[in-house]
């Protein structure tokens, strides 16, 4: 008795399904469907996604932070962002907003959550360390439940490179 074994296999990779976002102070990793868009600022990077209607922006701004004013320096970061956002949406609500030491001791862990009633849900994290404050917003379409599962779903594939 003759047994055949029949198989095949390709020899060509499958297309990734992610696209991975290497820079000196994060790793991004993101759906196809979002795309980077470019933009002239220094150390700020945009990227859109059609399917969802929604931006995220990393920007990194280095400065030499002592960590006896990193407290002080988070809180002004969080009101000097709160106050741009209501400057062009008024009707913005905060929901949340937080301030805590990074889990891995690297400074502070910064975040906001608000929301412009029938125009969009801004999500906001950042960190202040001794070195520079990282941001990472998420602006999405309305609905709370929405914008929080996606900032979730995004937030484990967002890797701060700290201090």
Not at 68 to 80: G, H, I, T, Y
């Amino acid at each position: 008795m003759t047994t055949r074994f029949s198989y095949s296999f390709s020899l060509t990779q499958p297309k990734p399904k992610v696209h991975a976002y290497d820079y000196t102070e994060f790793l991004l990793t993101l759906p196809l469907h979002w795309k980077q868009i470019p933009n002239a600022e220094e150390g700020q990077f945009n990227f859109r996604s059609d399917e969802l209607n929604a931006t995220i922006t990393v920007s990194c701004d280095f400065y030499a932070i002592p960590d006896d004013k990193q407290l002080r320096f988070a809180e002004k970061n969080l009101e000097s962002r709160l106050a741009a956002l209501e400057r062009v949406a008024s009707s913005a609500v905060v929901i949340q907003r937080t301030i805590k030491p990074h889990s891995g001791g690297a400074g502070l862990e910064l975040s906001f959550v608000a929301d412009v009633p029938g125009e969009y849900v801004y999500l906001y994290l950042g960190y202040v360390t001794s070195r520079k404050v990282l941001n990472f917003t998420l602006v999405c379409p309305p609905g709370w439940d929405a914008a929080a599962a996606l900032f979730n779903e995004l937030v484990p594939d967002f890797r701060p490179l700290l201090p």
